[in-house]
Nanobody, 119 residues
Framework: QVQLVEHGGDLVQAGASLKLSCAYS????????LAWYRQAPGKDRELVAS???????NYADSAKGRFTISGDNTKHYVHLQMNSLKPEDTAVYYC?????????????WGQGTQVTVSS
């Protein structure tokens, strides 16, 4: 199993920057990729950005050019640097781990951290 704990969510004004961090622990060797998802009220959870254990990154169109995902394999953190925030970025942000163990895939989620962007 993998445990994920996010922090860094806050209330900020449009145009501001914010950095989310997710500490991961447990069966770290089983992790294939780490990702940030978000869920706004009344909407489905959506992928924001992901990073593989090899360092390959992927971004949602809404995040490209504004958000940067990075990993610290030594301290076991994954960060999401968010710049030029917009009110539509308001959501609960979740950290996600995609894992494989003995041929079986499993996903793990953190508890989420609230990001609110005021106009």
């Amino acid at each position: 199993q993998v445990q994920l704990v996010e922090h860094g969510g806050d209330l900020v004004q449009a145009g501001a920057s914010l950095k989310l961090s997710c500490a991961y622990s447990g069966s770290i060797s089983t992790i294939n990729a780490l990702a940030w998802y978000r869920q706004a009220p009344g909407k489905d959870r959506e992928l924001v950005a992901s990073i593989t254990k090899g360092g390959r990154t992927n971004y949602a169109d809404s995040a490209k050019g504004r958000f940067t995902i990075s990993g610290d394999n030594t301290k076991h953190y994954v960060h999401l640097q968010m710049n030029s925030l917009k009110p539509e970025d308001t959501a609960v942000y979740y950290c996600n781990a995609d894992t494989t163990w003995l041929g079986s895939n499993a996903e793990y989620w953190g508890q989420g951290t609230q990001v609110t962007v005021s106009s």
